[in-house]
């Protein structure tokens, strides 16, 4: 995987962050200050940076028993979670119930664990295109840092519809980098 290819993955998986981070911004009191921005994107970063060595760890193990047919679970997987990006994104706002409050560390971190279930999802994926996960792990987390930091600092003067657009647009890229990675391997 070419590293224009990791930093486009990093920016689709960021999203959720940056729309969480967005939706925090809005129902705080004040504009959120650069530090707290930057502890928002922290936390934010870390787990997200997390999540796909988790999730390369199990592609790891299983990779001898799916080889014949990774590059298929790979455009399965980053398909499914580009398409619940995008279904979520075009879901009515009923009761928003994704939209975080302001509140505490604990909060916080319960929403970047909840945001990067679909980082450890392409972890998988990227263990089973044999992708070095000591560069791509700190690339998606460097992207989230700055896409939260940037979503939190932000947050009151976008609003939350342009978070709602910007998942749609990444889950529409994940689901394409599946795509061309099967083009790649059944055809190329």
């Not at 969480?20 to 930057?38: E, K, Q, S, Y």
């Not at 502890?39 to 799916?66: C, D, H, K, N, Y």
């Not at 994104?89 to 975080?100: F, G, H, I, V, W």
């Amino acid at each position: 995987m070419s590293l224009l290819a990791l930093v486009l993955l990093a920016l689709g998986l960021s999203v959720d962050a940056f729309a969480a981070a967005i939706g925090r911004g809005v129902v705080a009191d004040t504009r959120p200050g650069p530090v707290l921005a930057m502890r928002t994107g922290l936390v934010f970063g870390l787990i997200e940076m997390s999540a796909p060595i988790v999730g390369w760890l199990l592609g790891t193990a299983f990779s001898g028993w799916v080889e014949a047919i990774d590059h298929w679970i790979a455009f399965l997987l980053l398909g499914a979670v580009g398409g619940h990006m995008v279904w979520n994104a075009l879901k009515s706002d009923e009761a928003e119930d994704e939209a975080p409050t302001k509140g505490s560390l604990l909060l916080l971190i319960v929403t970047a664990i909840g945001t990067s279930i679909d980082s450890m999802v392409v972890g998988i994926s990227l263990a089973l295109l044999d992708v070095d996960i000591l560069v791509a792990a700190p690339i998606i987390g460097a992207t989230t840092f700055t896409m939260a930091s940037i979503g939190m600092y932000a947050g009151k003067a976008i609003g939350e519809r342009v978070g709602h657009h910007a998942e749609v647009v990444a889950g529409l890229g994940l689901a394409l980098i599946g795509t061309i990675i099967l083009w790649e391997h059944t055809l190329g």
